[in-house]
């Protein structure tokens, strides 16, 4: 398969695909013309990669999850282990947002919205972070 179809097939863009091989997720051989001709293994592992990165893995833990997904005698632990560390951010993420959402509700109920210039997003946005004077 050439890049066009490998991508069409595995639903990623072929500047992702190159990126991919770039930086050693996969190898495709190369014809003699030196074009690369993927293999049906590679259209998996690109398929694979893909479905990780939508949930948000990152390069280095589907870098780990490729060579557990290569190696037939692994250890589900190790899966789940990446996985659960992957959930802990993603929790530590929603945290985080939730604060954010809850302070800019905050400041949006305390806006007036009106024609006058004072706005309590305004002073909070312009504040100087508070570093504990003592």
């Known amino acids: 398969m050439n890049i066009?179809?490998?991508a069409q097939?595995?639903?990623?863009?072929?500047k992702t695909i190159r990126y991919y091989e770039e930086i050693g997720l996969v190898a495709p051989?190369?014809?003699a013309n030196g074009y690369?001709?993927?293999?049906?293994?590679?259209?998996?592992?690109l398929a694979f990669l893909g479905r990780?990165?939508?949930?948000?893995?990152?390069?280095?833990d589907c870098r780990a999850l490729l060579a557990l997904y290569e190696d037939h005698s692994r250890a589900s632990a190790d899966v789940k282990r990446i996985a659960r560390l992957h959930l802990d951010r993603i929790d530590e993420k929603i945290t985080e947002?939730?604060?954010m959402r809850g302070t800019l509700s905050q400041l949006i109920e305390a806006c007036a919205g009106d024609n006058r210039p004072d706005c309590p997003i305004m002073e909070d946005l312009a504040a100087l972070?508070?570093?504990?004077?003592g």
């Open 4 to 6: 066009g179809e490998v």
């Open 9 to 14: 097939r595995s639903g990623l863009p072929a």
């Open 29 to 31: 051989p190369r014809d």
């Open 36 to 45: 690369r001709a993927f293999r049906e293994s590679d259209l998996h592992k």
């Open 52 to 60: 990780a990165r939508a949930l948000g893995f990152t390069i280095e």
């Open 97 to 99: 947002l939730q604060a």
């Open 129 to 133: 972070p508070d570093h504990g004077s």
